[in-house]
């Protein structure tokens, strides 16, 4: 019998493949892109909606990674036989403006900035079921990084 107690283990899913090294996009990694696209507009934060309708993003990255990731979360419904009516919304969050607790976890990296990245469902009875995973990124750059040999979608 599904229950909805299952929508934290989709959360989790959804955060751990958003945050992984395997998320790309053209070639590179995600995370720096949105971290790039976050400091080009002076914004702390970014959010992805996963439940439709879309609103209008404002990057191909991020109109690629609405997609990737709310198909992925329909998916997941799917396998876990449970009903997408339970889902009234779902987001990916990722704050790159963490507060020092957090950075602390990371200081002896040197491997960019702290963030903090949440995927958030709500269900149908506004109860949110919720995965929070911390990392550091540097911003995008195609001359520090090494481009995937994967075939990367792009849109």
Known sequence: MARRS???GIANSINESFVSRNNDFNGYWSIGQIRSYALDNGLTSV???LTFPMTN??????????HRYAEMLKNLLFKQ???SLWVSNAVIMIDFNVNAKHAKLYEDTNSGEP?????????DTDRDYSSIVSGRCLPHSVVRELKSTRNSPSV
């Open 81 to 83: 036989k449970l009903p």
């Open 47 to 49: 959010t992805f909606p």
């Open 6 to 8: 299952e929508l934290k």
């Open 115 to 123: 963030f903090q990245c949440t995927c958030k469902i709500t269900d």
């Open 57 to 66: 993003p404002a990057s191909n990255l991020q109109i690629y990674t609405v």
